[in-house]
């Protein structure tokens, strides 16, 4: 079984800053790309960034500049620093990580319950 829990969400004024974590647990033997989507009301659920196991990265344009995505493989968790925070990035950010879960015995992706960011101000 594997679990991706998010934490870090909240409400944050307009050019305010969060940090957001996603931390994988399970019976875990790797962890290839992993990855940050939103989803606002009413709106499709969009890739905002994705990152490879070996740290390559991946941007929307939307996020260009303001977002960081890193993670640590020793840790099983991934990170999303956003700086300079927009009204329109208001949304549930949920991850995704592509896993070799030891008890299934192949590659799956998962997807974790996701966090609530508001930018209001």
């Known amino acids: 079984q594997v679990q991706l829990v998010e934490s870090g969400g909240g409400l944050v004024q307009p050019g305010g800053s969060l940090r957001l974590s996603c931390a994988a647990s399970?019976?875990?033997?790797?962890?290839?790309?992993m990855a940050w989507y939103r989803q606002a009301p009413g709106k499709e659920r969009e890739l905002v960034a994705d990152i490879t196991r070996d740290g390559s990265t991946n941007y929307a344009d939307s996020v260009k500049g303001r977002f960081t995505i890193s993670r640590d493989n020793a840790k099983k968790t991934m990170y999303l620093q956003m700086n300079g925070l927009k009204p329109e990035d208001t949304a549930v950010y949920l991850c995704?990580?592509?896993?070799?879960?030891?008890?299934?015995?192949?590659?799956?992706?998962?997807w974790g319950q996701g966090t609530q960011v508001t930018v209001s101000s």
């Open positions: 995704k990580a592509e896993v070799f879960a030891v008890s299934v015995g192949r590659l799956q992706f998962y």
């Open positions: 399970g019976s875990i033997f790797v962890i290839n790309t």
